[in-house]
Structures are given as structure tokens and as C-alpha cells.
């Protein structure tokens, strides 16, 4: 890996990432969903774990087999915050509920789910591909193990950069929530209909398959919550 020292970071750009700390919905969206945050089952994220090589400030990408470790080029804030946040924003949507915590979270919280990633690998080619590979696991009640997938998700950057390369991450995590939304809403769905045969294959089709099995194209709004987060668009700040 070839490494470059890593400078100090100044106090417009401790503000800078301050400022991108948070997700933030518009006042419509969250108007909307203010009625249903009494009720429902509760879905827990987290912890989602990362790769060691991205437990710094400046941004890593790759180029064959090494990384390289950006001079000037930083996130707003450390992708172990931005992440799970992104994770959660895009379950909220796509599961239409803010009965969402992130970890780690009170002792007296009762979790319905609880969502558990280690990412493999999550990084990119400038002007080629980012790759994003997880292990994510889905919990019920007592830690019962309900769901175990893994994920392998690969966007093109479109054009060379950091800015286009942090929009393909975001959109790679876009992806990733999708399968995992997919699959909450298979387990609610069993649970619903007290788990029978029957009533699983008429909440996903014939055989029972959910939309992702049959890899049917992914949900653009997923994608685009990400990219327009506050916490992504603000990943970049020049020295």
C-alpha cells in the first residue's frame, strides 16, 4: 500500500465535517411520516463494521492491486458515522418507517430486527468501478439469526474524479440497503401470516423467491436518497 502522510486537519475543516454530521430529511417527507413513528416494529442498525484500510480521513482508492491513499482529498467526516447513517436513511424509505436506531443504542430499546454488516471490501478505480462486498446478517428477538447473505455490489464511477467516485459508493450502499430492505420486508411479511408456506410464496411470488433472487433491477429511489445526502455530498473538502 503506498501511504501518504496525512496532514492535520485545520478548523474550517473540523467545521465542515461538523456540519455534514447528519442525514437531513425534508420537512414534507418528515411531516409525512411523523404519524407512524409511535407504532410498528422497531429495526435496529448496526454495528456495521469496515475495512481497517478506511479508518482514516483521506480517501483510499485502488489501482490494481495496491491502495492509494489521497494527499489532499477527505471525507467531511469518518465513513465509520456516515455509513450506517447513509444505511439507515435508505431503510427508512424504502421500509416507510422511522422506528429506526442506530447502534449502538439503549438497553431498554426493543428491537423487532437488527441489522449487522461487515463489509469486506468498499472502495474503487477512479474513473472505473467501485466495489462494494459485504456480509450482513439480519437478527430477530434474543439475537436469533434470521437472514445471512452476501452481497457483492459493482457501480461505474461514469467519469474520472473523488466527486465521482464518493457518488458511486454512495449508490453502491443505495444497492445494498435494497437487498436488505427486501429481506425485512420478506420477514415481516412470513410473520404476519404466521410463517406458512403459502403465505410466503404469495408475498414473493411463485416458489416463494423474493424480487432479488430473480436479480430484477434495483429500485432507483434507493440511490437517490443516498446521493443527495448531505453527509455524501459534503464527503469531499480540498486542502
Not at 466527486?163 to 429481506?183: F, H, K, N, Q
Not at 440511490?223 to 469531499?236: D, E, H, K, T
Request: charge should be neutral; aromatic fraction near 4%.
Amino acid at each position: 500500500m503506498s501511504t501518504s502522510a496525512q496532514n492535520r486537519v485545520d478548523a474550517s475543516s473540523a467545521a465542515t465535517a461538523s456540519a455534514a454530521s447528519g442525514l437531513v430529511m425534508n420537512s414534507s417527507t418528515a411531516a409525512a411520516r411523523s404519524a407512524e413513528a409511535g407504532r410498528g416494529p422497531t429495526l435496529g442498525v448496526g454495528p456495521i463494521t469496515l475495512p481497517g484500510y478506511l479508518e482514516r480521513a483521506n480517501i483510499v482508492t485502488r489501482r490494481g492491486e495496491e491502495l492509494d491513499v489521497a494527499d489532499y482529498d477527505r471525507w467531511g467526516e469518518p465513513l465509520s458515522d456516515s455509513v450506517p447513517r447513509a444505511i439507515a436513511a435508505s431503510l427508512a424509505m424504502l421500509l416507510g418507517t422511522e422506528r429506526i436506531v442506530i447502534f449502538p443504542w439503549s438497553g431498554a430499546t426493543t428491537i423487532d430486527h437488527q441489522i449487522v454488516v461487515d463489509m469486506v471490501r468498499f472502495d474503487g478505480v477512479l474513473g472505473a468501478d467501485v466495489l462494494l462486498e459485504a456480509r450482513w446478517r439480519v437478527l430477530g428477538p434474543e439475537k436469533k439469526e434470521l437472514v445471512l447473505r452476501y452481497s457483492t455490489v459493482r457501480e461505474p464511477t461514469g467519469q474520472s474524479g473523488y466527486p465521482a467516485l464518493v457518488a458511486a459508493m454512495s449508490r453502491s450502499l443505495g444497492v445494498l440497503s435494497g437487498e436488505i430492505a427486501d429481506a425485512v420486508k420478506a420477514l415481516r411479511a412470513s410473520s404476519a401470516c404466521g410463517g406458512t408456506v403459502a403465505c410466503t410464496r404469495g408475498a414473493h411470488g411463485s416458489g416463494g423467491r423474493s424480487p432479488r433472487d430473480d436479480e430484477e433491477p434495483r429500485d432507483p429511489r434507493t440511490a437517490s436518497v443516498l446521493a443527495g445526502s448531505p453527509a455524501m455530498r459534503s464527503a469531499l473538502r480540498p486542502s
